[in-house]
């Protein structure tokens, strides 16, 4: 019963809210003469208006991010390796850590280069 009456005076407060009768429409105005319709421009907060420019912004932040992790992961391998107390499993650990991270930053590195070759090539044009 306390439902059905905290549902029905919260319906009877917001439908008045809610209700799709505000302003006309825009359209002829008295006399049949149109009315102006205003327009809206949209804010460029990156002032980029080439769309190959934000594709090739956002790879560039990409490997920026990947490169960052990268670095992160063997940092965190070499931390694994000096606080491993001579256990092999933790020098095992740490090595493999920072092996990988070594592959991965090879990689984004020639990724790099890769993109921003093609990038100057397709930009040319």
Request: aromatic residues 10%; glycine residues 10%; hydrophobic residues 55%.
């Amino acid at each position: 019963m306390k439902f059905l009456l905290s549902f029905i005076i919260v319906f009877l407060l917001f439908t008045q809210i809610a209700s799709a009768q505000g302003a006309p429409p825009p359209g002829p105005a008295a006399g049949g003469a149109a009315m102006a319709v205003p327009t809206y421009s949209i804010p460029n907060f990156l002032g980029i208006t080439d769309p190959n420019d934000l594709i090739a912004r956002i790879i560039k932040v990409i490997i920026g991010l990947s490169g960052t992790f990268a670095l992160v992961v063997f940092i965190w391998g070499g931390v694994l390796w000096l606080i491993s107390r001579g256990e092999a499993d933790m020098i095992k650990k740490g090595k493999s850590a920072m092996t990988y991270a070594a592959l991965g930053l090879i990689i984004i590195f020639s990724s790099y280069i890769i993109v921003n070759q093609l990038l100057n090539i397709l930009m040319a044009r």
